[in-house]
């Protein structure tokens, strides 16, 4: 994965702005004695924001930019002067982004439209300054409001590919080769297991001008849920998918037993997986005679729409792209919400070595925050 341009999973170090502290400050004019306190207030400290775009692809850009600290606010000053707000950090990241707790997994917020923006932590608010604590009894308040403190996260961010159609098949079942077919995608091919070691996605051309995207997963094999093989984490990119387009090879002993084997490793991973819609595409069949293919046909997982296909000699192409279309349009196949579970904090250690935070520097005197009341943002 190191070489990889694509990276569908980061982990960063966030921190939000301090608020500014209020000012202590009284008017000082000539002729006007005792002029009163005019201490302003302080500036919001930067939020940091997620913001989704619709042209990232992956996550890379975030690979080394692993800690995003936002400006803090300014104090408030004198005649009632409100401090600057601290910068806002805004962390552009690909359309299907899902940020988690990186301490506890929990799932924090997803980002699923292009241009959409969710405050992930938020600046401190700045403290009122003493004009704000004048009274009849207390014309001289010789305080102000701190600022709220900086809030700090480690974020895991995690992308889940945003296509219509997901490959899903034993290794060398042909998957990469299909996308190479059908779309403008170069994925690597090669005849043995685990050629794709991240995602590939293809845009497919379809007829008067439309067209769909395709996802290419790394291959499944059986006990892939416990680890074996690459594992299951890369079906996160198809949870997304409107349909899931098996592929087993003609050429295969047993059909049934490998579709079968397929979909109890993508049960073991999130059932609402088998809650979708399902083609099932046999290929390599430019590898089996008419007598052959009979046989085939004969070994079929029933409930199960198949298109015979080749790759090779382009049989059946054409239908599967139709039969895709016609899915991906049927309203009832359309993702509108998935649900995320938590990640595993063992699963977190595993993708990731652990990052080296760099200590926060501590500038002001820490504060008594218990003898002060915070009144409402207005
Ligand atoms: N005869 C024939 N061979 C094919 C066809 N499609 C793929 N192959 C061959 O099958 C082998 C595996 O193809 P890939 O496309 O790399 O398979 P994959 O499913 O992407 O495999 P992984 O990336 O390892 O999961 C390659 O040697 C391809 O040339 C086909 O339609 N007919
Ligand atoms: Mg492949």
Redesign the pocket.
């Known amino acids: 994965m190191a070489e990889s341009n694509f990276v569908d999973y980061v982990k960063i170090f966030c921190r939000s702005g301090k608020g500014g502290p209020g000012s202590t400050h009284f008017h000082r004019e000539k002729y006007i004695p005792k002029g009163g306190p005019d201490g302003g207030d302080g500036g919001r400290g930067g939020h940091v924001i997620l913001k989704a775009n619709k042209n990232l692809w992956t996550l890379i850009h975030l690979k080394y930019a692993r800690h995003i600290y936002a400006g803090h606010g300014e104090g408030g000053s004198r005649s009632r002067s409100f401090g600057k707000d601290g910068k806002d950090q805004i962390i552009e990241v690909p359309v299907g982004t899902v940020a988690y707790d990186g301490e506890t997994g929990e799932f924090l917020c997803e980002l699923a439209e292009h241009d959409q923006k969710i405050i992930l932590l938020k600046g401190g608010r700045g403290g009122q300054g003493n004009w704000h604590f004048r009274s009849p009894t207390n014309q001289a308040p010789h305080y102000a409001q701190p600022g709220e403190p900086v809030i700090e996260k480690t974020v895991v961010l995690e992308l889940k590919v945003l296509a219509d159609v997901g490959l899903v ?10 996308l190479s077919v059908i779309s403008a995608a170069k ?10 070691l991240v995602p590939n996605l293809g845009i497919v051309p379809y007829r008067d001008n439309r067209s769909f995207c395709m996802a ?1 997963i ?2 499944i094999i059986e006990g892939a849920h416990e680890g074996k093989g690459l594992g299951l984490r890369f079906l996160r990119h198809i949870e997304r998918n409107a349909i899931l387009l098996f ?1 087993v090879p003609a050429d295969c002993d047993d059909i049934k037993k490998e579709f079968d084997i397929l979909l109890n490793e993508l049960g073991q991973y999130n059932p609402e997986l088998l809650d979708k819609q399902r083609i099932l595409a046999i ?5 089996l005679d008419d007598e052959l293919m009979a046989d085939v046909k004969n070994k079929l997982p029933d409930n199960i729409q198949t298109v015979f ?5 382009g049989l059946g192409l054409m239908d599967l792209k139709d039969v895709l279309w016609e899915e991906i349009n049927k309203e009832e196949n359309r993702v509108m919400t998935i649900s995320h579970r938590a990640i595993e904090i063992t699963q977190i250690e595993k993708e990731e070595e652990p990052v080296d935070l760099e200590p926060v520097e501590e500038e002001d005197e820490p504060l008594d925050y218990d003898e002060l009341d915070w009144e409402d943002e207005k």
């Open positions: 098949g034993f290794p060398n079942a042909g998957k990469s080769t299909l994925p690597e091919i090669a005849n043995y297991p685990f050629t794709t290419d790394p291959g592929m290929s390599k069949c430019d590898m296909i080749s790759s090779v000699s």
